[in-house]
């Protein structure tokens, strides 16, 4: 059930990252980073580590638009 959370944590996470590598809009990475974080913990938390990977990976994507453009575009 865990790593189910997760995964629905990581897909809401996708969908704000996805428009995120738009210039100028990488401040909404900033906004799926807690999502991201809270689905690598339950996802950690729980049996099956899909769920986490799947975050881990989001997150990954998140990490270098943001480093790209600064932190902030």
Same mark, same amino acid.
């Given at each position: 059930?865990?790593?189910?959370?997760?995964?629905?944590?990581?897909?809401?996470?996708?969908?704000?990252?996805?428009? *995120?590598? $738009?210039?100028?809009?990488?401040?909404?990475?900033?906004?799926?980073?807690?999502?991201?974080?809270?689905?690598? $913990?339950?996802g950690?938390?729980?049996?099956?580590? *899909?769920?986490?990977?799947?975050? @881990?990976?989001?997150?990954?994507v998140?990490?270098?638009? @943001?480093s790209?453009?600064?932190?902030?575009?």
């Amino acid at each position: 059930m865990g790593s189910l959370i997760a995964f629905v944590l990581g897909l809401v996470s996708l969908v704000i990252v996805i428009p *995120a590598t $738009i210039p100028f809009l990488g401040w909404a990475n900033w906004l799926a980073l807690p999502l991201i974080l809270t689905g690598v $913990i339950i996802g950690q938390l729980s049996r099956s580590k *899909a769920g986490r990977n799947f975050c @881990l990976v989001v997150l990954l994507v998140a990490i270098i638009r @943001l480093s790209l453009g600064g932190g902030l575009i």
